[in-house]
Each structure stands twice: as C-alpha cells, then as structure tokens.
C-alpha cells in the first residue's frame, strides 16, 4: 500500500488529539464523581469494580489518543508521558475504592485510596502542564496566553491542596497529643467545603475550560467547523 501523505497523517493525528482532549474533557468529572461515589456511597455498589476502572481507564484513553500528535516534539511527548503513567498507575489503584467501601479499616485499602487521592491530583497538575506544552504547538496566541496564566495558578492551587492533604494527616497523628492539633483539625473540618471548592474544584473547572478551548482551536483552525 502506498504511504500516507504528510497532511493525510498530520489530519489523522489531529482527529485522534480531538478525540483525546474530547475523553479527558468528559472523563474528568466523570472519574471525579465516579470515585467518590465508589468510595463514599452504596450507589454503585451493584456494579462492583467496573465503574471506576472505566472512568479512571476514560483518561488514560483520551492521553493515548493524544500521543500520535508531533511524535517528535519531545518537550511535548515528556509531559504527556508523564501524565500517561500517572494515569496509568490512578487506574490500578481505582480497584481499591470499591474495596476500601467495604473494609473502610483496613489498613491496606485505606492507604492504597489515599494514594490515589494524592495521585489524582498530581495527575490534574500534570495535565495541565501537558495542554501547556500541547498550547505551544498550536497556531493561537489567545490559547498560548490563556494556558500561560492559568497553568501556574492552576499547579499552584493543586501544589497547596497536596500540601494541605499532608498537613492533615499530620495533624491526625499528633491530635491524640496535642490540644492545638485537635482544633486545627476542627477547623479544618469548617472550612473544608470551601478548600475543597479552592483549592481542586476551581483548577478542575479551569483546566476542563482549557481542554475545551483547545479542542475549539484544533477544530475551528484546521477543520474548519465542530464536531
């Protein structure tokens, strides 16, 4: 068979990084919503492991599709790498949310969740270096600014919610010691709601907005219309 012209291939390519931005777009929330559920609630007990493992599974999808775009920007292919092992390793810890529901005392599952805890937001700060490095191969200098300003704040705001995470699992440990361990963790647990909204909600929404508007650039510059 006769080879593929360059512009056959780089359209080809193209398609798979909207299909890619498209997963992780949709599979974020998804993977978010799904794992709490798993973890906190009997919702989708009925469905066993399958429901995590396919949201978690969604992302490392939506990466791979990603990775036939500029092969040999290498600047570009290390940052997503690095979120494909990320997501990689997310998804062989989703499993033990199921079982962490049913055994919320054992130690092995207990840990195995939390490192998963820790591992998604690493991911989400990964992710966005990688629409930051994928913003500089791109023909849009409203896209390259807009990554440019939220990518530092986003991986700033993660950096603090990771810092925060392993504050309070300090303060656990000394609580039983100490009064003002007890009451930071007390008013920790006030405030949560609005850490949580801060510090992981708000960088999740910006970055799904950044893989939005990079699927909107792809489409509008090189296809000419939406999908």
Request: with cysteine.
């Amino acid at each position: 068979m006769p080879e593929p012209t360059p512009n056959a291939a780089l359209l080809r390519s193209l398609g798979r990084l909207v299909r890619g931005l498209s997963a992780l777009f949709w599979g974020l929330p998804l993977a978010l919503v799904v794992c709490v559920q798993t973890a906190k609630t009997d919702w989708l007990q009925p469905f066993g492991l399958a429901p995590a493992v396919v949201a978690t599974g969604l992302l490392l999808f939506g990466l791979s599709q990603m990775s036939a775009f500029q092969r040999q920007e290498r600047i570009w292919q290390r940052a997503l790498d690095g979120a494909r092992l990320l997501a990689l390793v997310n998804l062989g810890l989703s499993p033990f949310l199921y079982w962490w529901n049913k055994l919320p005392f054992h130690p092995l599952f207990s840990m195995m969740a939390m490192i998963l805890a820790f591992g998604a937001l690493i991911f989400l700060s990964q992710l966005n270096l990688v629409l930051l490095r994928l913003s500089a191969l791109l023909p849009d200098e409203t896209l390259r600014q807009e990554a440019r300003q939220f990518t530092p704040l986003n991986r700033g705001l993660l950096l603090v919610a990771l810092l925060g995470a392993v504050g309070q699992l300090f303060l656990q440990r000394l609580a039983p010691y100490t009064l003002l361990a007890g009451k930071a963790l007390l008013w920790l647990d006030r405030v949560g709601l609005v850490l949580l909204v801060l510090l992981v909600l708000l960088p999740l929404a910006m970055t799904m907005a950044l893989l939005w508007k990079t699927k909107e650039v792809i489409l509008d510059s090189v296809f000419g219309g939406n999908d």
